[in-house]
Protein backbone atom coordinates (compact mmCIF):
# COMPACT_ATOMS: atom_id res chain seq x y z
CA UNK A 1 0.00 0.00 0.00
CA UNK A 2 1.72 3.51 -0.82
CA UNK A 3 1.10 6.69 1.11
CA UNK A 4 -0.93 9.20 0.20
CA UNK A 5 -0.55 12.51 0.83
CA UNK A 6 -2.80 14.42 3.26
CA UNK A 7 -5.15 16.48 1.00
CA UNK A 8 -5.30 13.77 -1.66
CA UNK A 9 -8.61 13.16 -3.10
CA UNK A 10 -9.88 11.91 -6.41
CA UNK A 11 -10.78 13.91 -9.20
CA UNK A 12 -13.28 13.44 -11.46
CA UNK A 13 -12.73 15.35 -14.74
CA UNK A 14 -15.95 13.90 -16.78
CA UNK A 15 -16.09 15.55 -20.61
CA UNK A 16 -19.90 16.14 -20.39
CA UNK A 17 -20.25 16.62 -24.57
CA UNK A 18 -22.51 13.80 -25.11
CA UNK A 19 -22.41 14.76 -28.82
CA UNK A 20 -18.51 15.18 -29.34
CA UNK A 21 -18.31 11.94 -27.40
CA UNK A 22 -21.50 9.88 -27.99
CA UNK A 23 -22.60 9.49 -24.28
CA UNK A 24 -19.78 7.94 -23.27
CA UNK A 25 -17.63 9.88 -21.02
CA UNK A 26 -14.03 9.48 -20.50
CA UNK A 27 -12.96 10.37 -16.58
CA UNK A 28 -9.91 10.18 -15.44
CA UNK A 29 -8.97 9.98 -11.48
CA UNK A 30 -5.49 12.17 -9.90
CA UNK A 31 -3.87 9.41 -7.87
CA UNK A 32 -1.48 11.25 -5.77
CA UNK A 33 1.70 8.96 -4.39
CA UNK A 34 3.93 10.35 -1.61
CA UNK A 35 7.15 11.60 -3.31
CA UNK A 36 5.42 12.00 -6.76
CA UNK A 37 2.76 14.32 -8.55
CA UNK A 38 -0.69 13.46 -9.22
CA UNK A 39 -0.82 10.49 -11.84
CA UNK A 40 -4.00 10.38 -13.71
CA UNK A 41 -5.57 6.54 -14.37
CA UNK A 42 -8.46 6.57 -16.88
CA UNK A 43 -11.26 4.59 -16.05
CA UNK A 44 -12.13 4.23 -19.36
CA UNK A 45 -15.76 4.71 -21.33
CA UNK A 46 -18.49 4.77 -18.53
CA UNK A 47 -21.92 6.41 -18.89
CA UNK A 48 -22.44 8.30 -15.73
CA UNK A 49 -25.89 9.09 -14.88
CA UNK A 50 -26.44 12.74 -14.37
CA UNK A 51 -28.94 14.73 -12.98
CA UNK A 52 -28.88 17.82 -14.55
CA UNK A 53 -31.17 21.06 -13.26
CA UNK A 54 -29.62 24.04 -13.84
CA UNK A 55 -31.50 25.60 -10.46
CA UNK A 56 -30.73 23.24 -7.64
CA UNK A 57 -29.11 19.85 -8.76
CA UNK A 58 -25.83 19.67 -10.77
CA UNK A 59 -24.05 15.92 -9.99
CA UNK A 60 -23.29 13.26 -11.83
CA UNK A 61 -22.21 9.20 -10.58
CA UNK A 62 -20.98 6.01 -11.81
CA UNK A 63 -20.47 2.92 -10.85
CA UNK A 64 -16.98 1.62 -10.91
CA UNK A 65 -16.43 -1.95 -12.02
CA UNK A 66 -14.85 -4.27 -9.22
CA UNK A 67 -11.65 -4.53 -11.00
CA UNK A 68 -11.51 -0.89 -11.19
CA UNK A 69 -12.48 -0.64 -7.75
CA UNK A 70 -9.88 -2.75 -6.63
CA UNK A 71 -7.00 -0.34 -8.89
CA UNK A 72 -7.87 2.38 -7.37
CA UNK A 73 -8.21 1.26 -3.74
CA UNK A 74 -4.50 0.63 -4.17
CA UNK A 75 -3.90 4.60 -3.86
CA UNK A 76 -7.32 5.85 -2.28
CA UNK A 77 -9.75 5.16 0.55
CA UNK A 78 -13.34 5.34 -0.39
CA UNK A 79 -15.36 7.23 1.36
CA UNK A 80 -17.80 4.74 3.89
CA UNK A 81 -21.45 5.50 4.02
CA UNK A 82 -21.02 6.74 8.06
CA UNK A 83 -19.03 9.39 6.76
CA UNK A 84 -21.68 11.18 4.75
CA UNK A 85 -24.35 13.16 6.26
CA UNK A 86 -27.69 11.26 5.57
CA UNK A 87 -30.29 13.17 7.55
CA UNK A 88 -32.74 14.75 5.29
CA UNK A 89 -33.32 18.05 7.11
CA UNK A 90 -31.49 21.73 6.97
CA UNK A 91 -27.42 21.15 7.24
CA UNK A 92 -26.28 22.29 10.62
CA UNK A 93 -24.53 25.32 12.09
CA UNK A 94 -21.00 25.11 12.04
CA UNK A 95 -17.95 25.18 10.82
CA UNK A 96 -17.27 23.55 6.85
CA UNK A 97 -14.80 22.95 4.89
CA UNK A 98 -14.69 22.86 0.62
CA UNK A 99 -11.67 20.55 -0.35
CA UNK A 100 -11.15 20.74 -3.97
CA UNK A 101 -9.23 21.34 -7.14
CA UNK A 102 -9.93 24.84 -8.83
CA UNK A 103 -9.58 24.94 -12.48
CA UNK A 104 -7.71 28.41 -11.56
CA UNK A 105 -4.67 26.16 -9.89
CA UNK A 106 -4.76 23.40 -11.90
CA UNK A 107 -2.88 22.50 -15.29
CA UNK A 108 -3.06 19.15 -16.16
CA UNK A 109 0.17 17.54 -17.82
CA UNK A 110 -1.25 14.82 -20.82
CA UNK A 111 2.27 13.02 -20.00
CA UNK A 112 1.50 11.80 -16.64
CA UNK A 113 -1.61 10.40 -18.19
CA UNK A 114 -2.08 6.03 -18.21
CA UNK A 115 -1.59 5.11 -21.49
CA UNK B 1 -2.28 20.52 -9.60
CA UNK B 2 -2.94 22.45 -6.55
CA UNK B 3 -5.32 21.36 -3.75
CA UNK B 4 -7.56 24.40 -2.08
CA UNK B 5 -9.12 24.12 1.42
CA UNK B 6 -10.49 26.63 2.93
CA UNK B 7 -12.68 26.66 5.51
CA UNK B 8 -16.19 29.08 6.14
CA UNK B 9 -19.76 28.47 7.30
CA UNK B 10 -23.26 28.41 5.76
CA UNK B 11 -24.24 31.29 3.69
CA UNK B 12 -27.82 31.93 5.09
CA UNK B 13 -28.75 35.14 2.99
CA UNK B 14 -31.03 34.41 0.37
CA UNK B 15 -30.01 33.26 -2.80
CA UNK B 16 -31.76 32.96 -6.15
CA UNK B 17 -32.69 29.07 -6.79
CA UNK B 18 -31.59 27.86 -3.43
CA UNK B 19 -34.37 24.89 -2.50
CA UNK B 20 -34.51 23.76 1.30
CA UNK B 21 -33.57 20.25 1.75
CA UNK B 22 -31.83 20.23 -1.60
CA UNK B 23 -29.11 23.02 -1.92
CA UNK B 24 -26.47 23.58 1.11
CA UNK B 25 -24.57 27.29 0.55
CA UNK B 26 -21.62 27.89 1.71
CA UNK B 27 -20.31 31.41 2.45
CA UNK B 28 -17.28 32.83 0.37
CA UNK B 29 -16.90 36.40 1.25
CA UNK B 30 -13.51 37.49 2.31
CA UNK B 31 -14.28 37.65 6.34
CA UNK B 32 -15.49 34.42 6.69
CA UNK B 33 -13.08 32.47 4.93
CA UNK B 34 -10.15 30.52 6.66
CA UNK B 35 -7.33 28.71 5.74
CA UNK B 36 -5.90 25.22 6.49
CA UNK B 37 -3.45 26.54 9.32
CA UNK B 38 -7.05 29.05 10.55
CA UNK B 39 -6.10 31.80 9.26
CA UNK B 40 -8.47 34.88 7.80
CA UNK B 41 -7.67 34.50 4.23
CA UNK B 42 -9.10 35.80 1.03
CA UNK B 43 -10.71 33.91 -1.15
CA UNK B 44 -9.08 32.76 -4.42
CA UNK B 45 -11.04 33.02 -7.90
CA UNK B 46 -12.18 29.72 -8.00
CA UNK B 47 -13.10 29.63 -11.89
CA UNK B 48 -14.77 26.41 -11.32
CA UNK B 49 -14.30 24.08 -8.49
CA UNK B 50 -17.07 22.13 -9.47
CA UNK B 51 -17.37 18.78 -7.75
CA UNK B 52 -15.56 19.47 -4.73
CA UNK B 53 -16.18 18.01 -1.52
CA UNK B 54 -18.11 20.49 1.09
CA UNK B 55 -17.36 18.44 4.49
CA UNK B 56 -19.02 19.58 7.85
CA UNK B 57 -16.22 19.80 10.42
CA UNK B 58 -17.83 20.28 13.43
CA UNK B 59 -21.40 21.08 14.64
CA UNK B 60 -21.89 24.76 16.96
CA UNK B 61 -22.44 21.79 19.71
CA UNK B 62 -19.03 20.59 18.70
CA UNK B 63 -18.06 24.12 19.57
CA UNK B 64 -19.19 24.45 22.93
CA UNK B 65 -17.77 21.18 23.85
CA UNK B 66 -14.66 21.43 21.59
CA UNK B 67 -12.78 18.42 24.52
CA UNK B 68 -15.21 15.65 22.84
CA UNK B 69 -14.60 16.45 19.22
CA UNK B 70 -12.67 14.15 17.07
CA UNK B 71 -12.16 13.94 13.49
CA UNK B 72 -15.02 11.47 13.38
CA UNK B 73 -17.10 14.02 13.65
CA UNK B 74 -16.41 15.19 10.04
CA UNK B 75 -19.02 14.46 7.50
CA UNK B 76 -19.59 15.23 3.53
CA UNK B 77 -22.32 17.28 4.08
CA UNK B 78 -22.80 18.29 -0.29
CA UNK B 79 -21.11 18.24 -3.73
CA UNK B 80 -20.31 21.39 -4.83
CA UNK B 81 -21.79 22.46 -8.21
CA UNK B 82 -21.97 26.50 -8.43
CA UNK B 83 -20.04 29.33 -7.42
CA UNK B 84 -21.25 32.31 -7.00
CA UNK B 85 -18.99 35.40 -7.43
CA UNK B 86 -17.37 35.86 -4.32
CA UNK B 87 -20.29 35.64 -2.34
CA UNK B 88 -20.76 31.63 -1.83
CA UNK B 89 -20.72 28.53 -3.49
CA UNK B 90 -23.69 26.20 -3.78
CA UNK B 91 -23.89 22.25 -3.78
CA UNK B 92 -26.26 19.23 -3.47
CA UNK B 93 -26.56 17.74 -0.30
CA UNK B 94 -25.10 14.06 0.60
CA UNK B 95 -28.44 13.36 1.16
CA UNK B 96 -29.87 13.97 -1.91
CA UNK B 97 -27.12 12.39 -4.00
CA UNK B 98 -27.34 9.64 -1.62
CA UNK B 99 -31.16 8.96 -2.66
CA UNK B 100 -30.33 9.78 -6.35
CA UNK B 101 -27.65 6.59 -6.38
CA UNK B 102 -30.30 4.70 -4.91
CA UNK B 103 -32.85 5.03 -6.73
CA UNK B 104 -30.55 3.86 -9.90
CA UNK B 105 -28.97 1.02 -7.83
CA UNK B 106 -31.70 -0.73 -6.21
CA UNK B 107 -29.23 -3.29 -5.29
CA UNK B 108 -27.58 -1.00 -2.91
CA UNK B 109 -31.10 0.22 -0.88
CA UNK B 110 -30.76 -2.34 2.21
CA UNK B 111 -27.36 -0.92 3.04
CA UNK B 112 -27.56 2.85 2.44
CA UNK B 113 -31.23 2.39 4.42
CA UNK B 114 -29.21 0.55 6.95
CA UNK B 115 -26.94 3.98 7.37
CA UNK B 116 -29.71 6.21 7.04
CA UNK B 117 -32.04 4.42 9.90
CA UNK B 118 -29.07 4.41 12.04
CA UNK B 119 -28.34 8.19 11.46
CA UNK B 120 -32.16 8.83 12.13
CA UNK B 121 -33.18 6.40 14.85
CA UNK B 122 -29.79 5.50 16.91
CA UNK B 123 -28.68 8.70 17.75
CA UNK B 124 -25.09 8.82 16.49
CA UNK B 125 -23.24 12.03 18.35
CA UNK B 126 -23.03 13.74 15.06
CA UNK B 127 -26.20 13.36 13.69
CA UNK B 128 -29.07 15.29 15.64
CA UNK B 129 -32.00 16.55 14.41
CA UNK B 130 -32.83 20.67 13.90
CA UNK B 131 -36.37 22.35 13.95
CA UNK B 132 -36.75 23.94 10.76
Not at chain 2, 93 to 114: G, Y
Request: charged share 25%; glycine share 10%.
Amino acid sequence: MKELHGLDVAVLQPVLNDQQHGGIVPITVGVVVEGGGPRLVSLGGLSPRISRDRDHVDVGFLRLPQKLTTAIGEFKTFLRLDQVDLEHRPPEQGWYSILGFPRELSRINADQREP
Amino acid sequence: MEPLCQHTFLYEEELDHFEIGTSIALSFAEHGVRSESGEGQRPVALQGVSGCGIWRISTEQDLAHEDTWDPSHIRLAGIEHSVLGRKAIKGLLAFQLISDIRRHNPDLATTINLYRGRSENHGLPIFRSRQV
